[in-house]
């Protein structure tokens, strides 16, 4: 069982930054495979952002790539995603998401375990 709590949210003006952080509990955090989704209003959760256990491989869904960066603390349990650049399509509420078991890449995005959630607010 992993469980997943997001922070960091916030509103914040076009161009600014914020980091979202998602704090995990469980064992074998350390080998799970972890990722960030974000979903506007009225329109479908859409991935954002994974990355591997060994924090070796990363990747990112082309409107973020270069203003966002995932990155994880095995010691602490946390997945962290850092926003520079923010737009207000950007808006949103992000969850992060961790894969069903350890060492498991997750197909066609079908992470198991999700979080609540945090608000992401960008003002033009």
């Known amino acids: 069982q992993v469980q997943l709590v997001e922070s960091g949210g916030g509103l914040v003006q076009a161009g600014g930054s914020l980091r979202l952080s998602c704090a995990a509990s469980?064992?074998?955090?350390?080998?799970?495979?972890m990722a960030w989704f974000r979903q506007a209003p009225g329109k479908e959760r859409e991935f954002v952002a994974n990355?591997?256990?060994?924090?070796?491989?990363?990747g990112y869904t082309d409107s973020v790539e270069g203003r966002f960066t995932i990155s994880r603390d095995n010691a602490n349990n946390t997945v962290y995603l850092q926003m520079n650049s923010l737009k207000p399509e950007d808006t949103a509420v992000y969850y992060c998401?961790?894969?069903?078991?350890?060492?498991?890449?997750?197909?066609?995005?079908?992470?198991?375990?999700w979080g609540q959630g945090t608000q992401v607010t960008v003002s033009s």
């Open positions: 469980g064992r074998m955090f350390s080998s799970y495979a």
């Open positions: 998401a961790a894969a069903s078991r350890p060492l498991r890449i997750p197909v066609n995005n079908d992470y198991y375990y």
């Open positions: 990355i591997l256990w060994d924090a070796d491989k990363a």
